[in-house]
């Protein structure tokens, strides 16, 4: 198997921050998000939040 | 148990005491082998890079199938545009004569720009209703797939004159190096698919952490696809540079530096620059490393620049980078790279902090692709 296709099978990520009270919030990403744009509302605080990273990641295996 | 004594044609207790045996056995391979040998290592040979050439076939097809989907839809209802981009995948830049070395620089200024606008010019006809960050994601996904094209080509090209002459000697060097030449195929067609979604890759770091500190300051173009704010630390003043996102550009980082001090007569004391490098094998992706001098790739037309200027007026130049192989500085940014950009950050405050004095001015300068990373 090569680099790339283990590569491939590492999903990304979009990490949002929110403003008001700092909350970071990782979800799948979506075509559309990056970095330094405008997220969505935030789960702790319903303040805005931003986009701080997009980023694949390993899941580790069961 | 095994019978041996069909093996006994002559008398004798032991088959291999038969000297028509022993020569069958040791003798005949051996003779073989000496007469033989050679050939036999080329047809191994023939056939590992056969297969190689056979993966980086699939890699450029692949390659070329993604630019073309992806440009026709971005185009919309427009003629076929197929033949247009297979045209494109031969375009070739044909470098300065550098047997006089004086002014190369700028002859190969004028080359790389001449080129940069060609394509886009070419995109802006294929997709004239395509955003600036349609085109320049056509324009990364076109350079990926003409990359991979000659790859496979010149590969193609001494595979074919190894078989055709059968010379080890050209298939020997073509294997030795094709590990590294699948590796960096594998890296470009992992940057297909983050090109094609405007996912940041690792290259895009530098504008990632520089970014950040613009968000809120308002940013002007100074150069093609460059932009910089002005901040305010620790009573020093901060000019901050990066090239124009969220599309897939670099910029032009260099004449944005030599027209900030050379035209707007800006009085810089230090500048610090932060970029990927590629990590040698067992250090770790996302270590930082700080040092000193122009941290910027390519060609050499913008660190030429801005060692020039930097020298002419005595300005210091500070490099961080974000060590990453081949394939993580052009694939989607991993986790570990992302993770480095607060480090950076502290470094950089650091750095401004122990080496200026308040009411010194500061660039920071964020460099590499900022696909995916606006400001």
């Known amino acids: 198997m090569g680099t790339t296709e283990k590569r491939m099978k590492m999903p990304v990520f979009t990490l949002e921050e929110c403003q008001q009270c700092h909350m970071k919030m990782k979800r799948p990403f979506k075509v559309g998000d990056y970095v330094f744009s405008a997220g969505g509302q935030c789960q702790n605080c319903k303040g805005n939040t931003l986009i701080a990273a997009v980023f694949a990641e390993k899941v580790p295996q069961r | ?375």
């Not at chain 2, 427009?78 to 033949?83: A, E, R």
């Not at chain 2, 490393?289 to 620049?305: H, L, N, P, Q």
């Open chain 2, 1 to 375: 148990m095994l019978d041996l004594s069909v093996l006994q044609v002559l008398p004798g207790d032991n088959p291999l005491s038969n000297p028509l045996i022993n020569v069958a056995l040791f003798y005949v391979p051996l003779i073989l082998f000496m007469l033989y040998g050679q050939k036999f290592q080329t047809w191994m040979i023939l056939n590992e890079i056969s297969r190689s050439v056979s993966r980086l076939k699939v890699m450029k097809e692949k390659s070329r199938k993604e630019a073309v989907e992806y440009i026709t839809t971005a185009a919309g209802p427009s003629p076929d545009v197929t033949p247009r981009i297979d045209q494109f995948l031969e375009y070739f830049t044909i470098m300065p004569v550098d047997i006089d070395p004086s002014g190369v620089m700028k002859k190969l200024e004028h080359i790389v720009v001449l080129r940069d606008e060609r394509v886009r010019a070419e995109i802006r006809k294929i997709a004239p209703s395509a955003d600036p960050v349609k085109a320049s994601t056509m324009e990364n996904m076109i350079e990926a797939a003409t990359a991979l094209n000659y790859i496979y080509k010149i590969v193609r090209h001494f595979y074919l004159l190894g078989k055709r002459t059968t010379s080890i000697y050209v298939l020997v060097q073509l294997q030795m190096i094709m590990p590294m030449i699948l590796q960096e195929a594998d890296a470009l067609i992992g940057a297909i698919d983050a090109f094609k979604q405007i996912q940041p890759i690792g290259d895009g770091i530098g504008p990632m952490i520089v970014g950040k500190s613009m968000m809120v300051a308002e940013k002007k173009a100074i150069a093609k696809d460059t932009v910089y704010s002005e901040a305010d630390y620790k009573g020093r003043k901060l000019y901050l540079l990066k090239a124009e996102g969220p599309g897939g550009n670099v910029g032009q980082p260099g004449t944005a530096i030599q027209k900030m001090i050379e035209e707007m007569n800006v009085k810089l004391d230090m500048v610090i620059m932060i970029d990927a490098a590629l990590k040698l094998e067992g250090e770790k992706t996302g270590e930082i490393a700080e040092g000193i001098g122009a941290a910027i790739g390519g060609i050499g037309v913008d660190r030429f620049k801005i060692e020039d200027v930097a020298t002419k007026h005595s300005i210091p130049l500070y490099a961080i980078v974000i060590k990453q192989s081949i394939i993580d500085a052009i694939s989607v940014m991993k986790k570990e790279i992302a993770d480095s950009a607060e480090k950076v950050q502290m470094l950089v405050n650091r750095i401004i902090e122990e080496k200026t004095k308040e009411g010194e001015k500061v660039l920071v300068v964020g460099v590499g692709n900022t696909l995916g990373v606006g400001q």
